[in-house]
């Protein structure tokens, strides 16, 4: 659908207001406030001889100009060190640490710090092509406006808030360390490009202020539920090749022990200091290794670029992951995005924040369906021990991967993942040994998860 007039205009509206909003929001304290009352009093002012009107609008403007006055001359110099993670964890809040730099010969009061986010507007595309979650539930003016999807769209950007933090006295020409907050909201990358400091004038109004340019990121991680031990099921199969071909980086066995060399041995298996220091062909013997293996299957495939269901699954899959790290096994995590995906962790392979940070910017698949990930499954079926399902909805095209699975014995836990108001009356859930089903509906999730 080609955009209409109205939406350019609505979103050139937007995109302005955001821009004089940002430049104006960490200067302006009750200025707004001020600024009602100077053009109230403009307006009902007369005769200036008669009307005491005239004189509160003179006084209004006068600490106006003073305030605005006041504030060009805040000149001092600074500079700051931020100390971050590398992780955060939605809806965890972060406290974190900066060290600033008063270079300057006076001691500074009164100070206020804010941290800057890159620019989060939405692109024009984004704004008609990314309708807010839930968004058929507004009214149709709220629809037409657009403004709810324009804030979330923003918030979803920014991923995170910061808290304006209250300076203690900044000593002259000495270095204080303060304690600062960040809360995140949505898992993706936190981008800052520096902070501003902020000086309020003698009547509180308007705020002098001083940026310090200090580009950082901090990625954050899917939001992780409280899970009950989970004992997945599944018995050791043979890994041809061991961990290191299970994990396609290389062909090779787990070393067992040196032995001399027989008619038949491969050359690739000598090994050559063994057979400097005792003067005759010694090679490595090793042997196959059996061990434990799941797949961890995420469904990404909606037509949305964002919902609700998507990010819950993808919280659940990182709580999964994180909970599977903890044992004696390798788990592939499987999922299409812009082309299909297939990563193995454990033993060694991968620590755990690797697969979160996988998990933290996975997209929804809209341009393909959901056969296309059914070849990365079949590629390491006859390798699992088992296999975790976590579904956006329930039809045709998922059955018949479960159907599979069940036919070549893989046992399967399969999660599907509802809106409160959907049910699956339609289809029926063959329960048996190795295929387990579990409903989870938005809002109770994990409510639902305990019981596992």
Not at 222 to 251: C, F, H, M, N, T
Request: glycine share 4%; charged share 25%; proline share 5%.
């Amino acid at each position: 659908m080609q955009p209409t007039k109205t939406q350019r205009s609505i979103y050139r509206l937007y995109h302005f207001s955001s821009a004089i909003q940002h430049r104006l929001e960490k200067r302006v304290t009750v200025m707004g406030a001020v600024i009602s009352w100077l053009t109230a009093a403009a307006i009902m002012a007369g005769d200036s001889n008669q009307s005491m009107t005239y004189q509160i609008f003179t006084f209004l403007l006068s600490i106006l100009i003073i305030a605005t006055v006041y504030s060009l001359f805040f000149r001092y110099r600074f500079s700051a060190t931020r100390n971050l993670p590398r992780y955060a964890t939605v809806g965890v809040k972060l406290n974190y640490r900066i060290l600033i730099h008063n270079k300057s010969d006076k001691i500074q009061k009164g100070l206020k710090l804010f941290e800057n986010f890159a620019d989060p507007r939405p692109t024009f595309q984004e704004f008609i092509e990314t309708p807010e979650p839930d968004e058929n539930k507004r009214s149709t003016l709220d629809k037409k406006s657009g403004a709810y999807r324009w804030l979330w769209l923003v918030s979803r950007k920014e991923c995170a808030t910061a808290k304006p933090t209250e300076l203690p006295p900044l000593a002259p020409n000495s270095k204080t360390e303060v304690l600062c907050e960040l809360t995140p909201t949505h898992r993706g990358v936190v981008r800052l490009v520096g902070m501003t400091m902020t000086r309020p004038d003698p009547f509180g109004l308007f705020n002098a202020c001083t940026t310090i340019s200090l580009p950082q990121s901090l990625l954050i991680l899917p939001k992780l539920y409280k899970l009950p031990p989970i004992e997945l099921p599944g018995l050791k199969r043979y890994q041809s090749g061991g961990v290191a071909l299970a994990s396609s980086v290389g062909d090779a066995e787990e070393f067992r022990s040196l032995r001399e060399y027989r008619p038949g041995d491969s050359l690739r298996k000598i090994h050559w200091k063994s057979w400097a220091k005792v003067g005759k062909p010694i090679v490595k013997e090793e042997q196959d290794e059996f061990f434990v293996r799941h797949a961890l299957i995420l469904d990404t495939f909606q037509s949305e670029k964002y919902s609700e269901i998507l990010e819950e699954a993808i919280s659940i899959a990182a709580s999964l992951a994180y909970e599977v790290q903890t044992q004696e096994s390798l788990l592939d995590l499987m999922f299409v995005g812009n082309e299909a995906y297939s990563f193995t962790f454990g033993r060694g392979l991968s620590h755990t924040e690797k697969m979160l940070e996988i998990l933290a910017s996975v997209v929804a698949c809209r341009d393909k369906y959901f056969d296309s990930l059914i070849p990365v499954v079949i590629e390491r079926v006859s390798l699992l021990s088992g296999c975790i399902c976590i579904f956006l909805s329930w039809d045709e095209e998922r059955i018949k991967l479960v159907n599979y699975l069940k036919r070549m014995g893989i046992h399967t836990l399969v999660l599907i993942i509802l809106k409160q108001e959907d049910n699956l009356d339609n289809f029926d859930f063959i329960q048996d040994e190795i295929t387990t089903f579990h409903i989870l509906k938005l809002g109770t999730i994990q409510e639902q998860l305990m019981r596992l």
